[in-house]
C-alpha cells in the first residue's frame, strides 16, 4: 500500500523519511499553498453580502507545487497530512484536502508535536479528520486581517506617506505611541538619597521618627547631615527564611523574551533558529528535532516528559532536588492544543551535541532545556535578612538574602535576572553599636516608564491577550521596515510616520484600533475554534460596525499636505514638493496628475569596499525603480551585486564577504548568519 504524507517545511521531509518505511513517501507543500483572492469588492476576495464565502487561489509559485502534490496524491492510496499542530496548520492541512480533490476515504490528518521517531510512529497510529472548526477560526482570522488591512492600509496610503495599517500591528504601534507620549509629557522630580557606608554592607535613609521622609532638595540633605553623626544603634534585626519562585516552562512570547534578554536575539532569530531546533538536526547517526513545536501558548508538559525529567533530577542532583509540575495562573486565550516548548529528550544534553549545532542554535538550545529542567525542579530557599539602625530619630535600613538551598537555581544560575544582596551574619556582631566609614548624599530625578523593547513589547501584547505568539516576530518586523519605529539602543522610538498613523486611526477608528476590542476578538476567534460562535456572525457584526467607519473617515480625515520646496515646476510653473514613494522620498510638481514632472537629484557615488572579485570599488547604485543595491565599479566586466550592504569585515568562516541587513550579518559565500 502506498502512502504520501505531506508537511510543510521541506528540511521536515528528511527527518520524517527515515522514521517511516518503504511504502511511504515524505514530501512538503513548503508552507502554504493558497489565500484570498484579491479579486471582489475591495479586492477582499471575500464576498461580503453572501456569508462572507472565500475565493482561493494558489500563492505566487506554488502552481506547480500543487501539480507535483496532486500526481503524488493520485498514485498513493492514503494521504497523510500532516501539517504544523496548530489552527494554522489545520488550515493548510484543509487547503491541501481541497486543492488536492482528497476523498474523506483517502486522507488522515495526524500531527505530533516534536519530531522524533516515537512521536511521528504514535502520530500515525492515531489519525483522525481535519478540525473544521479550527479551519473556522483561522479563516475568520484571515478574513478579518485582510478587510482591516486592504481598508486601514487604503485609507492610511491616501491620507498619510505610510504603508499600511493592521489589526494587531496598529495595536501594538499605538501602545509605542502612547509610550513615547507619556515620555515626551513627563516632569522629572529631583530626590536626594541618604547612604551610610558601614565595612561590610550599606544601609539607606528611609525614616524619620517612624515616618517615610523624602528629600527634594540638596539643603535638606545637607541638614540632614549636619543632624548625624557616624554611630548606629541597632534598633532590629529580621531574618525570614522564604521560597524563592521557580520559573514556568517556555512558550512562545516567554521564549522570545528571554531569548532577547539573555541571549540578544531578536523574535525573528528566535524563531528562525527554533524552526531549525524543532525540524531536525544531524547528531551524528541520527536526524531528530531537538525541541517541540515552538509556536504555544500552553504550559503544560506531558506526563511522559515530566515521568522522565523527575528520574532524571533525581539521579543527577538528588532526590531535594524533585520539585512538581507547575500550573499556571493565566486564564484567557490560551490554546492547550499542545504542549510547552522542551527538549524532545533530557538525554540529549546541550554540550553533549554542541559539536552538531551552530553557535545560535547551541545558545538557544541550552535556554531551553535548561529552562525546561529548571521548572520542574524544587523552589530554592532563602533567608531573607533586613537591619534596622537608628541615628538621632533617623532610621537607616539595608535588606539582603543569603541562599540556604539552591534548588532549581542549581541548574539556572546563568539565567536568573536578579543579583541578590549578600549581607553579613549580625549576630556575629559583638557590639549594638555600629560606627559608619562614611555618610553620603546623593542627587537623583524620577524617570518616565522606559520605552518597549522587543523584550517588553511582546511581554505587553501577550499580557493583553492580543494576537498569537506565531505572530510577534512579524509584527515586529512590520513597524521597523515600514519605518513606523526606530530601534534606538534597543528600545522602540516612534517616528514622525508612525505617530501621525497613530493620530489618524485614533480619529477615525478608535472604537476597533484599540487593547480591548482586538483582545476580545482573539476571544471570539478562540469560541469559533471551540464551536461556541458563529463565525459568520462574527464577521458580520464586525463588518457592519467597520465599514462605515472606513467610508466616513475617507471623507472627513484631512489629508496631510507635502513639503513644498521653494522651488518652481520648469514645466508648469507650480510648487515642486517633496512626497514619499515605494523607494523614498523624491521632488516632483504639485500639479500632479496634471504634470508629471519629477526632479532628477544629482547622486553621489558612494564608495562602500574593494570589490572581493577584482580590482574596482563596491559602490551604491539604484534601479531604474528607485530600489538601491550595491555593485561594482566595473560592472560590466565585474557582475559583483549584492541588495545587502557589503562590509569591510570578513566572514569568521570563510574569509568570504559579509552584508548587513537590519541587525542581521550574513556571508555571500558560505551559510554563516549572525
Same mark, same amino acid.
Given at each position: 500500500?502506498?502512502?504520501?504524507?505531506?508537511?510543510e517545511?521541506?528540511?521536515?521531509?528528511?527527518?520524517?523519511?527515515?522514521?517511516?518505511?518503504?511504502?511511504?513517501?515524505?514530501?512538503?507543500?513548503?508552507g502554504h499553498?493558497?489565500?484570498?483572492a484579491?479579486?471582489g469588492?475591495?479586492?477582499?476576495?471575500?464576498?461580503?453580502e453572501n456569508?462572507?464565502?472565500?475565493?482561493?487561489?494558489?500563492?505566487?509559485g506554488k502552481?506547480?507545487?500543487i501539480?507535483?502534490l496532486?500526481?503524488?496524491?493520485?498514485?498513493?492510496?492514503?494521504? +497523510?497530512?500532516?501539517?504544523?499542530?496548530?489552527?494554522?496548520g *489545520?488550515a493548510?492541512?484543509?487547503?491541501? !484536502? &481541497? $486543492? #488536492? =480533490?482528497?476523498k474523506?476515504?483517502?486522507y488522515?490528518?495526524?500531527i505530533f508535536?516534536e519530531?522524533?521517531?516515537?512521536a511521528?510512529?504514535?502520530?500515525?497510529?492515531?489519525p483522525?479528520?481535519?478540525?473544521?472548526?479550527?479551519?473556522?477560526?483561522?479563516?475568520t482570522?484571515?478574513?478579518?486581517?485582510?478587510?482591516?488591512?486592504?481598508r486601514?492600509?487604503?485609507?492610511?496610503?491616501?491620507k498619510?506617506?505610510?504603508?499600511?495599517?493592521g489589526?494587531?500591528?496598529?495595536?501594538?504601534?499605538?501602545?509605542?505611541?502612547e509610550?513615547?507620549?507619556?515620555?515626551?509629557?513627563?516632569?522629572?522630580e529631583?530626590?536626594?538619597?541618604?547612604?551610610?557606608?558601614f565595612?561590610d554592607f550599606k544601609?539607606?535613609?528611609?525614616k +524619620?521618627?517612624?515616618?517615610?521622609?523624602?528629600?527634594?532638595g *540638596?539643603?535638606?540633605a545637607?541638614?540632614? !547631615? &549636619? $543632624? #548625624? =553623626?557616624?554611630?548606629?544603634?541597632?534598633?532590629?534585626?529580621?531574618?525570614?527564611?522564604?521560597?524563592?519562585k521557580?520559573?514556568?516552562?517556555?512558550?512562545?512570547?516567554?521564549?522570545?523574551?528571554?531569548a532577547?534578554?539573555?541571549?540578544?536575539?531578536?523574535?525573528?532569530k528566535t524563531?528562525r533558529?527554533?524552526?531549525?531546533?524543532y525540524?531536525?538536526?544531524d547528531?551524528?547517526s541520527?536526524?531528530?528535532?531537538?525541541?517541540?513545536?515552538?509556536?504555544?501558548?500552553?504550559?503544560?508538559?506531558?506526563?511522559e516528559f515530566?515521568?522522565?525529567?523527575?528520574?532524571?533530577?533525581?539521579k543527577?542532583y538528588?532526590?531535594e532536588?524533585?520539585?512538581?509540575?507547575?500550573?499556571?495562573?493565566?486564564?484567557?486565550?490560551?490554546?492547550?492544543?499542545?504542549?510547552?516548548?522542551?527538549?524532545?529528550?533530557?538525554?540529549r544534553?546541550?554540550?553533549k551535541?554542541?559539536e552538531?549545532?551552530?553557535?545560535?542554535e547551541y545558545k538557544?538550545?541550552?535556554?531551553?532545556?535548561?529552562?525546561s529542567?529548571?521548572?520542574?525542579?524544587?523552589d530554592?530557599k532563602?533567608?531573607?535578612?533586613s537591619?534596622?539602625?537608628?541615628?538621632?530619630?533617623?532610621e537607616f535600613?539595608?535588606?539582603?538574602?543569603?541562599?540556604?538551598f539552591?534548588?532549581?537555581?542549581?541548574?539556572y544560575?546563568?539565567y536568573?535576572k536578579?543579583?541578590d544582596?549578600?549581607?553579613?551574619?549580625?549576630?556575629?556582631?559583638?557590639?549594638?553599636v555600629?560606627i559608619?566609614?562614611?555618610i553620603?548624599?546623593?542627587q537623583?530625578f524620577?524617570k518616565?516608564?522606559?520605552r518597549y523593547?522587543?523584550?517588553?513589547?511582546?511581554?505587553?501584547?501577550e499580557?493583553?491577550?492580543i494576537?498569537?505568539?506565531?505572530?510577534?516576530?512579524?509584527?515586529?518586523?512590520?513597524?521597523?521596515?515600514r519605518d513606523?519605529?526606530?530601534?534606538?539602543?534597543?528600545?522602540f522610538?516612534?517616528?514622525e510616520?508612525?505617530?501621525?498613523?497613530?493620530?489618524k486611526?485614533?480619529?477615525?477608528?478608535?472604537?476597533?484600533?484599540?487593547?480591548?476590542?482586538?483582545?476580545?476578538?482573539?476571544?471570539?476567534?478562540?469560541e469559533?475554534?471551540?464551536?461556541?460562535l458563529?463565525n459568520?456572525?462574527?464577521?458580520k457584526?464586525?463588518y457592519?460596525?467597520?465599514?462605515?467607519?472606513?467610508?466616513?473617515?475617507?471623507?472627513?480625515?484631512e489629508?496631510?499636505?507635502?513639503?513644498?520646496?521653494?522651488?518652481?515646476?520648469p514645466?508648469?510653473?507650480g510648487?515642486?514638493?517633496?512626497r514619499?514613494?515605494?523607494?523614498g522620498?523624491?521632488?516632483a510638481c504639485?500639479?500632479?496628475?496634471k504634470?508629471?514632472?519629477?526632479k532628477k537629484?544629482?547622486?553621489?557615488v558612494?564608495?562602500?569596499?574593494?570589490?572581493?572579485?577584482?580590482?574596482?570599488?563596491?559602490?551604491?547604485k539604484i534601479?531604474?525603480?528607485?530600489?538601491i543595491f550595491?555593485?561594482?565599479?566595473?560592472?560590466?566586466?565585474?557582475?559583483?551585486?549584492?541588495?545587502d550592504?557589503?562590509?569591510?569585515?570578513k566572514?569568521?568562516e570563510c574569509g568570504?564577504?559579509?552584508?548587513i541587513?537590519k541587525?542581521k550579518?550574513?556571508?555571500?559565500?558560505?551559510?554563516?548568519e549572525?
Amino acid at each position: 500500500m502506498k502512502k504520501l504524507v505531506i508537511v510543510e517545511s521541506p528540511s521536515k521531509t528528511k527527518t520524517i523519511t527515515k522514521y517511516l518505511g518503504k511504502e511511504y513517501k515524505v514530501v512538503s507543500c513548503m508552507g502554504h499553498i493558497r489565500d484570498l483572492a484579491t479579486s471582489g469588492k475591495y479586492g477582499f476576495g471575500v464576498d461580503t453580502e453572501n456569508d462572507f464565502i472565500a475565493s482561493y487561489v494558489p500563492i505566487k509559485g506554488k502552481s506547480k507545487i500543487i501539480t507535483a502534490l496532486k500526481k503524488d496524491a493520485k498514485d498513493s492510496d492514503l494521504v +497523510y497530512l500532516a501539517t504544523d499542530p496548530d489552527r494554522e496548520g *489545520e488550515a493548510i492541512s484543509w487547503h491541501l !484536502l &481541497d $486543492s #488536492l =480533490d482528497l476523498k474523506e476515504d483517502k486522507y488522515e490528518r495526524i500531527i505530533f508535536n516534536e519530531i522524533t521517531e516515537k512521536a511521528v510512529l504514535e502520530a500515525i497510529k492515531n489519525p483522525r479528520k481535519i478540525d473544521n472548526n479550527l479551519v473556522k477560526s483561522q479563516e475568520t482570522r484571515r478574513i478579518l486581517d485582510r478587510i482591516i488591512g486592504f481598508r486601514l492600509s487604503k485609507l492610511i496610503q491616501s491620507k498619510t506617506g505610510g504603508k499600511s495599517a493592521g489589526r494587531v500591528q496598529s495595536v501594538a504601534l499605538k501602545l509605542i505611541v502612547e509610550r513615547e507620549r507619556e515620555i515626551l509629557a513627563f516632569i522629572p522630580e529631583e530626590y536626594w538619597e541618604i547612604e551610610a557606608v558601614f565595612t561590610d554592607f550599606k544601609a539607606m535613609l528611609e525614616k +524619620y521618627h517612624g515616618k517615610k521622609i523624602e528629600i527634594h532638595g *540638596e539643603k535638606e540633605a545637607n541638614d540632614i !547631615l &549636619d $543632624s #548625624l =553623626d557616624k554611630s548606629f544603634t541597632i534598633e532590629e534585626i529580621k531574618e525570614t527564611p522564604k521560597n524563592k519562585k521557580g520559573v514556568m516552562p517556555l512558550i512562545t512570547s516567554t521564549l522570545q523574551q528571554m531569548a532577547s534578554t539573555r541571549l540578544g536575539f531578536g523574535s525573528s532569530k528566535t524563531m528562525r533558529v527554533a524552526q531549525k531546533l524543532y525540524e531536525g538536526i544531524d547528531i551524528g547517526s541520527e536526524t531528530v528535532g531537538l525541541i517541540t513545536y515552538m509556536r504555544t501558548d500552553s504550559t503544560r508538559f506531558s506526563n511522559e516528559f515530566v515521568k522522565d525529567a523527575f528520574t532524571y533530577i533525581k539521579k543527577k542532583y538528588g532526590e531535594e532536588y524533585v520539585g512538581s509540575v507547575k500550573v499556571s495562573k493565566k486564564k484567557t486565550n490560551v490554546q492547550d492544543a499542545h504542549e510547552a516548548i522542551r527538549p524532545t529528550s533530557l538525554m540529549r544534553e546541550p554540550d553533549k551535541i554542541k559539536e552538531y549545532l551552530t553557535p545560535d542554535e547551541y545558545k538557544l538550545y541550552k535556554m531551553i532545556y535548561i529552562r525546561s529542567l529548571a521548572s520542574l525542579m524544587k523552589d530554592a530557599k532563602v533567608l531573607a535578612t533586613s537591619i534596622s539602625l537608628l541615628n538621632n530619630g533617623y532610621e537607616f535600613k539595608a535588606t539582603g538574602q543569603v541562599l540556604t538551598f539552591d534548588g532549581y537555581l542549581k541548574v539556572y544560575k546563568e539565567y536568573e535576572k536578579s543579583e541578590d544582596v549578600i549581607l553579613p551574619n549580625f549576630k556575629d556582631y559583638k557590639s549594638n553599636v555600629l560606627i559608619a566609614k562614611e555618610i553620603n548624599k546623593s542627587q537623583h530625578f524620577t524617570k518616565p516608564a522606559a520605552r518597549y523593547t522587543e523584550a517588553s513589547l511582546i511581554n505587553e501584547l501577550e499580557k493583553l491577550g492580543i494576537g498569537r505568539p506565531s505572530t510577534y516576530a512579524s509584527i515586529m518586523e512590520k513597524i521597523k521596515e515600514r519605518d513606523y519605529v526606530l530601534t534606538v539602543d534597543k528600545k522602540f522610538q516612534p517616528t514622525e510616520m508612525g505617530m501621525e498613523i497613530t493620530d489618524k486611526l485614533e480619529e477615525g477608528f478608535s472604537h476597533i484600533i484599540n487593547v480591548e476590542y482586538t483582545a476580545k476578538m482573539e476571544t471570539d476567534l478562540d469560541e469559533i475554534a471551540e464551536n461556541k460562535l458563529d463565525n459568520v456572525k462574527v464577521l458580520k457584526d464586525f463588518y457592519e460596525e467597520f465599514e462605515p467607519m472606513v467610508q466616513k473617515s475617507f471623507e472627513t480625515i484631512e489629508k496631510k499636505a507635502p513639503v513644498t520646496t521653494g522651488e518652481s515646476c520648469p514645466e508648469c510653473g507650480g510648487d515642486l514638493v517633496i512626497r514619499k514613494g515605494k523607494y523614498g522620498e523624491f521632488t516632483a510638481c504639485s500639479n500632479y496628475p496634471k504634470c508629471k514632472y519629477i526632479k532628477k537629484e544629482p547622486r553621489e557615488v558612494k564608495e562602500i569596499i574593494d570589490c572581493p572579485k577584482c580590482d574596482g570599488k563596491v559602490v551604491e547604485k539604484i534601479t531604474r525603480k528607485g530600489k538601491i543595491f550595491y555593485g561594482c565599479s566595473n560592472y560590466p566586466k565585474c557582475d559583483f551585486a549584492s541588495w545587502d550592504l557589503p562590509i569591510k569585515e570578513k566572514c569568521p568562516e570563510c574569509g568570504g564577504t559579509l552584508t548587513i541587513k537590519k541587525d542581521k550579518t550574513k556571508c555571500l559565500d558560505c551559510k554563516y548568519e549572525k
